[in-house]
């Protein structure tokens, strides 16, 4: 059967007619309709599902209600989500009774679904995908991850459209899941980077310059990847950036027609120095490995991680976190992600080299 463009199987149309129910239907006109919409020609199973967008402070009511009738609806690939806005086990240093109760309804419904209980934006560390899989993501940091570095295939995903790629396990075939729109077009020359803050400054700077083109960029450390990624997605659309010696051969192509140098001077201009009474922020992206975290910082790992400290937050996002609560005002980060957003937000911000954060902590204990 054709709907518009798009052509769907005999299940998909079975889904889409509400034979397995309302539910499913609903989450795969979702799914046609933004396909239809990109003039993809077929649809495309996938192998992972992730949603982002599901703190309550991001959806408030109206995203709960939506959510509500999904209750018990089982995924049909492996899902996973985000992290929400605060560690569970700390919930009440950082937001009030009916906040934790509305998040906790939002986590409870999406494990109803089957999703793992994951609150993270690293859900590779979980299930990494094999070079060449089809993947529904909606979290950018993970996004240009799983497209640059682990040679999977995903779009940017909103919330809603992960969440129902999870419900019908696939996704539109468009976009970046065709090899011929993986072309890199633009070399990029990085200035030296030495501090997982510079990797970030480099990415905000990126993602502002390179629109919606496709980077290639040379002489980039593996321990600086992640954060660049992670400000590039977050200050521009960047999805996808080839990465000499990383990215994997036969996910994308080049066609350069366009270079570009990025100024060490402009990286400088975005980070700043300690002044000693700032709260820290480290661990965005999440960690990947406790050995990483600052004992004077705030440290965000994984929900699912089990470990304990007074300054380890598991399974939130300082982004998402409701910091309006908190006595905290002034805030240092090592991350360009979080640096770029908590600024938006109005919050007085720095971003500091994670170096200098570290001289200060020799003395502590996590
Ligand atoms: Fe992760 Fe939140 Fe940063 S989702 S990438 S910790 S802004």
Known sequence: MHVGTLYLTKEEERILSGYFGNELAEAMKIIVKVGESLGAESLIPISHAHASGISYKNIGEPGLHWLRKFKGIKVRTFSTF???????????????????????EIINILISMGFEKSMTCVPYILRRPKVGEHLAW??????????????????????????????????????LHKLENRVATVEVRLPEINDIAEAGAVGLILGEIIGDKIPYIKGLKKEYVRHLLAAAAASGSLALAVIDGI???????????ERIEIDKKDVESLISTLEGDEVIFHGCPHLLDLNEALPCAWNAVPGFLQVKGEKILKGTCFVVMPLEKTRWKKIAT???KAFFYLRKRGFEVK???AEEIKRRCKHMKL
């Open 138 to 175: 909606g979290e950018s940091s993970a996004i240009a991850y799983a497209n640059s570095v682990l040679g999977a295939f995903t779009n940017r995903e909103g919330g809603p459209v992960a969440l129902a790629a999870a419900i019908v396990g696939r996704t539109y075939y468009a976009g």
């Open 351 to 353: 971003l500091v080299r």
């Open 247 to 257: 990215t994997p051969h036969g996910t994308f192509m080049l066609d350069i027609s």
């Open 82 to 104: 985000n992290p929400i806005g605060f560690d569970p086990d700390k919930w009440s240093l950082f937001v009030d009774r009916d906040f934790f109760v509305k998040q906790m």
């Open 334 to 336: 090592t991350s360009g």
